[in-house]
């Protein structure tokens, strides 16, 4: 893969072979590793970022060009010296080879036209001064059609092909001076009709075909300074525009691009100013509502904004000292509340299995209390009570699942005696008597409140 700093050496060979075969000079050339050594020796610094690849890419490609234009001039000059010896067909081939390169190579374009046009001859010498003098002829010819610029552009031909040529020179320059003067008149007449871009256009022109034009450098300068001034209060009524519209952001972008070629603009500086503090304020505002709602990590960050717009930095910090120190105090409030909830978690299973342990250590007590009611009553036989509960199988026909049934009941009637309430006692007695009719407990159970209280 070649190198992209090799590629004009490479055309410079391609260039000057004819000429090498022809015995011509050839103009020394550095060599790409001497370039490369040279260009180590600038400290780029490290190259991270995008911009600074497309800046370095940039230098590079400006080098390439350089190195391309002072090449094609070492070749043109080749070409050149072909032609004054009157090998034309060698000078149009390597003008021809310039101009594939470099299309705006005018100097070779005139070159290659005038070689082919001499193409031929069998004096050289003398075609060529009849050629010079002939584009001469032609300018006076268009000059005084008042044409001048065709006219420079044959003058301008005649002294490439003969520098020496006094009589083009002077018609030229004299030619470039009444055009530079024409060019000046137009630009003070746009400048006093107030169209400054347009008499800067004129005046550039002038200063191109003149550069030492009187008093040019002033008048562009100061339109210059005009174009600027009116360009900024255009971006600024547009800022302001947008400001009362509420579009804060966007007019600070057009504030920025008036300070960039105005920097002490006062009434941008001033507007400026004045945005960034509302937004400032904005953000603070902002801010102080998240803190209020407990969000302080959001509060935090919109005073941070707001110090970038301007907002006092110890101001700004102090309010995020507190947002710090209420995020403390509500991290150790949340932190506090978890554990109390979870003691009181705890706490409550606590108390359940207590309670659980209680009411088997109650149940198993009433279960003794019936038993020795039970034993000290003496009464034998089904009481009137029992009687009435209806009779249930025989007690060898009892499955095992009716007995721990009847058990059950027997013991909640138990618990229901012993809270005072007799009425679901005897319910409770009653169903267990149904359920194993030889559930002695039972009826004891029921003689008891058949004795306390009768039918009641």
Known sequence: MKHPAAEPFLILWVLLLPGLAAGQAVPAVKDTEGLFLDMSKVNLGTITSDDDKQRYIYTIQLEKARITRKTLKGVYENAFDLYRKGEFDAAKELAGRIIAIDPGYEDAAILRRASEELHGSQKPRFSEKKLIESKFEEGMALYRQGRLVEATGRWEEAVKLSPTNLKARYWLKKARKEMAEEHFRRGER???????????????????????????????????????????????????????????????????????????????????????????????????????????????????????????????????????????????????????????????????????????????????????????????????????????????????????????????????????????????????????????????????????????
């Open 190 to 456: 746009a400048y006093r009709q107030h169209r400054l871009r347009e008499a800067l256009d004129q005046w550039y022109s002038a200063l191109v075909l003149n550069p030492r034009y009187p008093r040019l450098s002033g008048l562009i300068a100061r339109a210059e300074s005009e174009t600027r001034d009116a360009d900024a209060n255009e971006k600024l009524q547009e800022a302001l525009n947008l400001y009362s519209q509420g579009q804060t952001e966007d007019a600070l972008r057009i504030l920025d691009t008036i300070l960039e070629t105005g920097p002490g603009n006062t009434k941008a500086i001033k507007l400026m100013a004045e945005i960034r503090a509302e937004i400032a304020g904005q953000h603070v505002t902002q801010g102080r509502q998240y803190y209020e709602g407990k969000k302080f990590e959001r509060a935090i960050a919109e005073w941070k904004k707001a110090v970038t717009f301007g907002y006092d930095s110890r101001a700004a910090d102090q309010l995020i000292a507190r947002a710090k120190e209420a995020m403390r105090r509500e991290d150790a409030r949340k932190v506090k509340e978890v554990e109390l909830a979870k003691r009181r978690e705890e706490e409550a299973s606590k108390a359940a299995a207590e309670a659980k342990a209680k009411e088997e250590e109650e149940a198993s007590k009433a279960a003794a209390a019936a038993k020795t009611a039970a034993a000290t009553s003496g009464a034998s036989g089904p009481t009137p009570a029992a009687g009435t509960a209806g009779a249930g199988p025989a007690a060898g026909t009892i499955s095992e699942d009716a007995r721990r049934s009847s058990q059950q009941h027997y013991l909640s009637g138990v618990i229901y005696f012993q809270k005072g309430d007799y009425v679901k006692a005897r319910d409770e007695w009653t169903l267990a008597l149904q359920l194993d009719p030889g559930n002695s407990d039972a009826k004891a159970g029921l003689e008891r409140i058949e004795k306390l209280y009768g039918g009641k």
